[in-house]
C-alpha cells in the first residue's frame, strides 16, 4: 500500500512525532517541513487556536501544493490574572519568542507566585486544520484539563514540548514526561480521535 504523504505545518518536530505512528497505521506519512528543506514563517495573527492552524495550514499549502495539517494551541492558568493568562501566546511572552529552556523556567515561576501548594490546574483548547489535496479545508478542535503544572520539573525532557517536564496528570500524579504507554492508554491520551480526524478529511 502506497502511503498518502501529509505536511505538518511546523518547525517542530516532536508535534510530528506526536501524531505521526497512530496515521502511519492510517496509510499516512506525515512530514514536517524540514523533510521537505522548507521554512514557514507566518503572522499567527488569528484570535483562537482554529485561526492560527488554519493561517499555517493555508501557508504551508501555498508553499506544497500538497496535503497539509496546522495546528495550534491555547493555554488557561486556574488562578492566573488575565494580564499573565498565557492563552495563544504560549511561549510568546512580553513579545519575545522563549526557547525551551527560558519557557520553561518562565513557567516555574508563574507557578511559584500564582500556585496553591506549588501546583496549578490548568487547561489546553488545541485547534487543527486540515487541507486536502483538493484544497478543501476541515477544522477540529479539542481540549485537556486533566492536569496541572508545577514548580518542581522533572528529569525528563521533552524537546519542543518543555511544558511536559512541570505537568502533571491528576489523575496519576505523574508527569507527561514519566507515563508510560500503559499510563496513556488508562489516561485515554492516545489523541486516535484526533488521527481518525486527519485520516478522514486528508
Not at 42 to 54: F, H, M, R, T
Not at 77 to 101: C, S, T, Y
Amino acid at each position: 500500500m502506497k502511503l498518502k504523504q501529509v505536511v505538518f505545518a511546523t518547525n517542530n518536530p516532536s508535534k510530528v512525532k506526536r501524531f505521526a505512528h497512530g496515521l502511519l497505521n492510517e496509510g499516512v506519512e506525515l512530514l514536517c517541513l524540514k523533510d521537505l528543506g522548507l521554512v514557514l514563517n507566518v503572522d499567527e495573527n488569528g484570535q483562537s487556536a482554529i485561526e492560527n492552524a488554519l493561517i499555517k495550514a493555508r501557508a504551508c499549502y501555498k508553499l506544497t501544493h500538497m496535503p497539509v495539517i496546522g495546528m495550534d494551541d491555547t493555554l488557561y492558568m486556574e488562578g492566573v490574572p488575565a494580564d499573565h493568562q498565557p492563552g495563544l501566546f504560549v511561549r510568546r511572552i512580553h513579545g519575545k519568542a522563549l526557547n525551551d529552556e527560558e519557557l520553561l523556567d518562565y513557567y516555574i515561576n508563574i507557578v511559584k507566585e500564582y500556585g496553591v501548594e506549588g501546583k496549578v490546574n490548568c487547561k489546553w483548547v488545541y485547534g487543527l486544520a486540515v487541507i486536502n489535496a483538493n484544497g478543501e479545508e476541515s477544522v477540529y478542535t479539542w481540549s485537556k484539563d486533566n492536569f496541572y503544572m508545577v514548580d518542581v520539573p522533572s528529569a525528563i525532557k521533552n524537546p519542543g514540548y518543555p511544558l511536559n517536564s512541570i505537568s502533571k496528570y491528576k489523575a496519576i500524579d505523574k508527569y507527561f514526561t514519566d507515563v508510560s504507554e500503559k499510563d496513556k492508554r488508562c489516561l485515554s491520551e492516545d489523541e486516535s480521535d484526533v488521527v481518525q480526524f486527519i485520516a478522514t478529511h486528508i
